[in-house]
């Protein structure tokens, strides 16, 4: 599983995440360090693409 740096604009401290988690935290304030929201949206539509083959 994918895991994710996001960042607080409130805080300092950054955390890592599974994936999966990104839509919780960033309804909670939280967004993905800038350096990592094109890989997201790349592994993520991977992921979909793999899912739906088979």
Known sequence: ??????????LEQQIEVDEVSVPHYQASGWRVADAQQDETKTAAAKGR??????
Do not use: F, N
């Open 1 to 10: 599983m994918s895991r994710v740096v996001m960042v607080h604009p409130d």
């Open 49 to 54: 693409r793999q899912k739906g083959q088979g």
